[in-house]
């Protein structure tokens, strides 16, 4: 989609935006897949309810995004313009046990930025790609660590109020995969607290859920790591494997080879293919294990 109401250009330079035209999200997700639009780019978080409010005067619909790690977006021009923050610098500010994490920082980077200061507990998040808002949104989590443990205040730009607010930590429910934010707030900024640690010991523990990551997920490949969620007790990826899907193909969507909850573009898998794949994934796996698969990916459809 094309902006090209007069008052909205002509506005969104004093509200801190930047007018990024017509950007490809195949080449801003780790998917590669996705079609065009306008993208604003939001240096002033705090001016975003009034960029709100000018999009929804001009009819101009809207996404948020963060590091598109777990997104599959839909091909084509695409019916609405997307809002991701651009990165202040520094974007993680420590004192003492706290980080305090703007939502666009790389959730990897922050990871290791607090190990240097000696803060530990995320290590198991050291390959998760995407930032730090993304993390939260959906309480993004590996090897025994959620993101949600160590979350003591969320800034957030909340869709029903359309305001700004600062939740503290238990006023948000961290579950798998799943939080108490809705689809269209905006992660803002993040004070985490973390366990002393000293740096040595973290990076051991860094250093091994690489090599345990390596070992199992295509990691050089393009991907929106797992597609699916796993149900309570089981194991999507396993469950694929047994019924022999490894290798599966809808044009270049292909199901990973060695993580069949990955599904990987192996090219220029269209957001069709992809689509296709991960239906007949959930298909045969619903016949053969009576149980409906609930996406992890977030889906974008035109
Ligand atoms: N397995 C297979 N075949 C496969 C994949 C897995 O047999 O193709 C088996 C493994 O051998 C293992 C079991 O299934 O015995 C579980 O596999 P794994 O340890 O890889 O964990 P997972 O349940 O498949 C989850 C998360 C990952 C996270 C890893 C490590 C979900 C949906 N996935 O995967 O998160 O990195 O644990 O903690 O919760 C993601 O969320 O995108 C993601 C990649």
């Known amino acids: 989609m094309r902006i090209e109401n007069e008052n909205v250009l002509n506005a969104l330079p004093d509200l801190g935006v930047e007018l990024k035209p017509s950007a490809s999200l195949a080449e801003i997700t780790c998917l590669g897949i996705g079609g065009t639009t306008d993208l604003l780019a939001l240096h002033r978080h705090y001016s975003i309810p009034d960029v709100v409010k000018l999009l929804d005067a001009a009819g101009i619909a809207f996404k948020f995004l963060g590091g598109g790690s777990n997104l599959l977006v839909a091909d084509g021009e695409l019916p609405w313009v997307v809002l991701q923050l651009s990165?202040?610098?520094p974007d993680v500010v420590i004192e003492?046990?706290?980080a305090m994490v703007d939502a666009s920082a790389e959730l990897g980077r922050t990871v290791t930025?607090?190990?240097?200061?000696?803060?530990?507990g995320m290590e198991g998040l050291i390959g998760v790609p995407g930032t730090v808002g993304g993390a939260l949104r959906m309480n993004a989590g590996a090897y025994g660590i959620q993101i949600g443990t160590y979350v003591r205040e969320v800034t957030v730009y909340r869709s029903a109020t359309r305001t700004i607010e600062t939740l503290k930590g238990d006023q948000?429910?961290?579950e798998y995969r799943h939080t108490s934010f809705a689809p269209d707030d905006m992660m803002l900024a993040v004070k985490l607290e973390l366990p002393s640690k000293p740096f040595?010991?973290?990076?051991?523990?860094i250093r091994i859920c690489n090599e345990k990551r390596r070992a199992s997920q295509p990691l050089g490949q393009k991907s929106a790591g797992?597609?699916?969620k796993n149900p309570p007790g089981a194991s999507?990826?396993?469950?694929?494997?047994?019924?022999?899907?490894?290798?599966?193909?809808?044009?270049?969507?292909r199901v990973s080879d060695r993580h069949a909850n990955f599904f990987v573009n192996a090219?220029?898998?269209?957001?069709?293919?992809?689509?296709?794949?991960?239906?007949?994934?959930?298909?045969?796996?619903?016949?053969?294990?009576g149980l409906t698969l609930e996406h992890e990916v977030v889906l974008w459809l035109a």
Request: glycine share 14%; proline share 1%; net charge negative.
């Open 87 to 89: 990165q202040p610098d």
């Open 96 to 98: 003492g046990n706290f």
């Open 113 to 120: 930025l607090c190990a240097k200061r000696d803060l530990g």
């Open 172 to 174: 948000i429910s961290f």
């Open 200 to 205: 040595r010991e973290i990076l051991q523990g």
């Open 226 to 228: 797992c597609i699916f």
């Open 236 to 253: 999507a990826g396993r469950m694929i494997d047994e019924l022999g899907l490894k290798g599966l193909s809808v044009g270049d969507a």
């Open 267 to 289: 090219g220029t898998a269209s957001a069709g293919d992809m689509l296709s794949l991960i239906a007949e994934v959930r298909e045969r796996v619903a016949q053969a294990f």
